[in-house]
């Protein structure tokens, strides 16, 4: 079953188009990588389809529902999930308290007077936590947590909303070692348990090789090539305009490398 379909999409600021009459579709269970370089439209590309930004045109069809334009409170309640270059999480509150809001969104609940949010869907909440390995963080304040934990809590709360399809925006992107794979190895095992489709942006080739069902380049805002990873990895155009530079950097010592530079 086909989940997400996008047609001709397009978003121009000023005289630039950086997403440039772009089409691929998502299957049900489906993990599939958007790579390219730096301006290739990827990150513009995840805010159209997340409601961030409204499309100049094209469609997105999504569980078959024309989406473009709407807003990400609605995106969100209709199944699709979203994380961020850079976590989007309430640093005075706790930890459990982000997932709880979470929760309470997806269920409409946070217009409901006179209830305190704080003992509402505290059981969910909790067991959201413990997916991500967070479960003994839980009363922690946000603020006072690592940048990977922050990650992981991010992926709780995308989780909260149930998602058919979670948008992942360089999931692993400012986490360095053994602790940016085992976030990726986390987050591939939970989608493929729940069979979720996962769409998602990454610079670190080894993550795309390993663990994407299908590959699409994305180059000066257009679809450049796609395919499994094996016909990505060997696709000249491919190698020429990314893939040589991105896996010299994947060679590289980490303090020389680029994660988490905007794109």
């Not at 439209?41 to 961030?52: A, I, R």
């Not at 679809?223 to 499994?228: F, M, P, R, S, T």
Request: charged residues 25%; glycine residues 12%; negative net charge.
């Amino acid at each position: 079953m086909t989940l997400l379909v996008v047609r001709d999409l397009r978003k121009a600021f000023g005289g630039v188009e950086a997403v440039a009459g772009v089409g691929f579709s998502v299957g049900e269970g489906e993990v599939v990588a958007v790579i390219g370089p730096n301006g290739a439209g990827k990150t513009t590309c995840f805010n159209l389809l997340g409601g961030q930004l409204k499309p100049d045109s094209g469609s997105i069809r999504f569980q078959g529902r024309e989406i473009a334009g709407k807003p990400p409170y609605a995106m969100f309640r209709l199944g699709l999930g979203r994380t961020f270059q850079v976590a989007a999480t309430f640093f005075t509150m706790t930890v459990r308290e982000n997932v709880q809001l979470a929760v309470l969104s997806h269920r409409s609940h946070l217009r409901r007077p006179w209830v305190p949010v704080a003992t509402l869907a505290v059981a969910e909440s909790d067991a959201l936590l413990e997916r991500v390995g967070l479960g003994a963080l839980a009363d922690h304040a946000v603020g006072t947590i690592s940048y990977g934990d922050l990650k992981r809590l991010e992926l709780a709360m995308a989780l909260a909303g149930q998602p058919r399809l979670l948008l992942a925006d360089e999931p692993t992107a400012g986490i360095a070692g053994g602790e940016r794979h085992a976030l990726a190895e986390l987050l591939v095992e939970i989608v493929r348990a729940g069979g979720i489709s996962v769409l998602f942006t990454e610079h670190d080739m080894e993550m795309v090789f390993d663990h994407a069902d299908r590959v699409i380049v994305l180059h000066r805002g257009a679809i450049l090539a796609e395919g499994a990873p094996d016909v990505i990895r060997a696709d000249a155009r491919v190698r020429e305009v990314y893939l040589g530079s991105a896996l010299e950097d994947e060679a590289a010592p980490r303090e020389d490398r680029g994660d988490g530079a905007p794109c």
